[in-house]
């Protein structure tokens, strides 16, 4: 049995049993008998599950590692961690984040104006509100308001000016000043695909001259006291922990250099996020080279060396781990609508009373083949069908038995295949490329995968069932957008093995897993497919619950959403049909419901038949 990797990326989330993938939580239901009961209520099309549990999963690890190498190490400061709201900034993650992280004082960072309100709004008071991103007058001013409304808010200028602008808001106003943090330019540089967030050409931070000139802007202002923070962000999951150390040691030594220098109420290092998750299905490539152990045990090991070095006070920790925290809570449930070579069936195949000679020795190869004379046969039927081909272009077979012997041969090769799975010769192994089934999956990889589409990001996928069974068929997915870019290819290094199922006789679940992390702030309505309908499962000790379920957007809603007016819609549709000749009134009337039931429908398919 094929396993897709779950001992791989799965964190010991989920596991494979009787077939089935299961949460490994409390009574362990499995994702199978969660789909089926949402079906029930007639959703048909892509479901998001989201957990809950994993948000307080993460949490809960990311605090014990901390807090555990703080103690190992003997650490003076204090650890923290705000959730950056650009990886989620829906209400199932951010309400999880805030409840399962209230014990913890679990903050929240803001990267533009409505971000910033979502964290005035959600986090508690006392908890850490971080800020980053370029920011105008406007946006700065929120985070006065902030500070006045009782929050614990931090301002990370990413240059000078902003600085500027703080210490004239300051002047002009009576407001509370927010702490001020200052993101530095490191010059060490991340890896992955995210690396360009950091290093000398970087977007955001100050240089070191420009810290030097902030430094004796806030003296000079007497807001010296207001600078808490050093704040860097390398980039997001990064795969190797070298430059990790790296940026930690340049930002430990910049902040320790700051003390020196008389900012004395600097006390906090914001780490950013970066700590990666594991994508990876296949064991031959692992996406990370460390584990949050060995995460958390470098960053407080590092930074209490360069401290204790120079004499320092060892300052608190912030991270804004994003990926880590919610990436693994979402999946995405994908029905599949159509396998394009189900025409390749047996129960097809439409013989003749006589057939050529060429067709009666596909049959008996077909009937003969085992795994001794396997190669010879699978030889024999590619030699016949090339010269049944021939013979059709040529006039001398008709068309059933084209079919005939393509559906005999397809039978074949797929024998050889299972036949010789263990060890595949490289013949095989290309056949099973040229052959790959298209799997027609009710998605859309825009709306859905945006990371995949665009970064060419890789998701664990597997079927939710049937995993008792070895999947035979290399396969390659294709959603339901009109695009080509809308495409999962089989890759012959990363093969994607998928089962060979009749439709027509039951349905076949794809999941797409550790989705919970920027996929569905990034997803794009392409061909107006919107976000799926969404469902929070929470598991207890005997069974589950299914809450707070989102629907995805009705076709009307969609349409209105980009400005085409919802009642002009209804009227000009039913002005057109009441217009139109041969057919009766009844009908009319019963096509119109019919019309306004499809456009309250979302634009997911439901069968492709
Ligand atoms: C400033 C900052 N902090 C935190 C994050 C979150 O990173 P990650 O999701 O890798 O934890 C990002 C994302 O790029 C970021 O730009």
């Known amino acids: 049995m094929q396993e897709f990797g779950v001992d791989i990326w799965a964190n010991n989330n989920f596991i494979v049993e009787d077939g089935l993938i299961k949460l490994n939580y409390k009574s362990q239901p499995s994702i199978l008998s969660i789909v089926k009961e949402i079906r029930r209520d007639n959703s048909k099309g892509p479901i998001l599950l989201k957990f809950p549990h994993l948000i307080k999963k993460q ?63 959600k986090t508690p008071l006392g908890a850490n509100i971080t800020v980053n991103g370029f920011k105008d007058k406007e946006m700065i001013t929120l985070g006065f308001i902030a500070a006045q409304s009782g929050h614990n808010i931090t301002l990370t200028i990413e240059g000078i000016n902003e600085l500027q602008t703080i210490i004239d808001i300051a002047k002009e106003s009576s407001l509370k000043v927010p702490n001020i943090g200052i993101r530095v330019r490191l010059h060490s540089s991340g890896s992955g695909t995210w690396a360009k967030s950091g290093g000398m050409d970087a977007k955001f931070g100050l240089t070191a001259t420009e810290i030097i000139g902030a430094i004796k802007l806030l003296k000079t202002s007497n807001l010296i006291d207001k600078l808490s923070m050093i704040h860097f962000h390398i980039g997001s999951q990064m795969e190797d922990i070298a430059p990790i150390k790296k940026a930690l040691r340049e930002a430990g030594n910049i902040y320790a250099e700051l003390r020196k220098m008389g900012a004395l109420a600097l006390e906090n290092i914001n780490i950013g996020g970066g700590l990666a998750v594991e994508y990876n299905q296949y064991s031959q490539c692992k996406t990370r080279n460390y584990s949050i152990e060995e995460f958390s045990s470098s960053v407080v090991f590092l930074l209490g060396e360069i401290m204790d070095a120079k004499n320092v006070k060892h300052p608190n920790i912030f991270t804004e781990s994003g990926r880590f925290i919610v990436a693994s809570h979402t999946v995405l449930i994908t029905p599949v609508l159509e396998l394009f070579s189900q025409d390749y069936n047996e129960e097809l195949l439409n013989l003749k009373q006589t057939n050529p000679p060429l067709i009666n020795e596909l049959i008996d190869l077909n009937k003969l083949l085992n795994n001794s004379n396997c190669i010879e046969y699978l030889h024999d039927a590619l030699d016949h069908i090339e010269s049944l081909f021939t013979l059709f272009d040529l006039g001398y077979i008709d068309l059933q038995d084209r079919s005939n012997g393509e559906i005999l041969s397809h039978l074949i090769i797929k024998k050889a295949l299972y036949l010789k799975s263990a060890h595949p010769t490289n013949e095989l192994e290309q056949l099973q490329i040229k052959l790959q089934e298209k799997y027609l999956i009710n998605a859309s990889i825009f709306q859905s995968l945006p990371d995949y589409w665009g970064l060419n990001q890789h998701f664990p996928v597997m079927p939710i069932h049937h995993l008792e069974i070895k999947p035979q068929r290399g396969a390659s997915l294709w959603d339901i957008t009109c695009d080509s870019d809308g495409e999962i290819g089989f890759n012959p290094e990363k093969p994607l093995y998928l089962h060979d199922i009749n439709l027509d006789k039951e349905d076949y679940f794809l999941a797409f897993f550790n989705v919970g992390a920027y996929q569905e702030t990034l997803g794009m309505n392409h061909n107006l497919f919107t976000k799926p309908s969404e469902y929070t499962i929470h598991i207890d000790d005997s069974n589950y619950t299914i809450t707070n379920k989102a629907d995805s957007d009705s076709v009307i809603a969609i349409l209105d959403s980009i400005g085409y007016d919802k009642t002009q819609i209804l009227n000009k549709l039913e002005i057109d049909l009441s217009k139109s000749n041969f057919i009766t009134e009844k009908e009319k009337i019963d096509t119109l419901t019919k019309l306004k039931s499809f456009l309250q429908q979302n634009g997911y398919l439901r069968t492709t038949n």
């Not at 400061?77 to 209230?102: C, D, H, R, W």
């Open 59 to 121: 949490i809960q690890s990311l605090y014990k590692n901390f807090n555990k190498a703080m103690k190992e190490n003997s650490y003076q400061g204090s650890f923290n961690a705000v959730f950056p709201l650009k990886v989620n900034q829906f209400p199932t993650a951010v309400n999880a984040i805030v409840t399962e992280g209230k014990e913890y004082n679990y903050g929240l960072e803001a990267g533009s104006k409505a971000e910033l309100i979502l964290a005035m709004l």
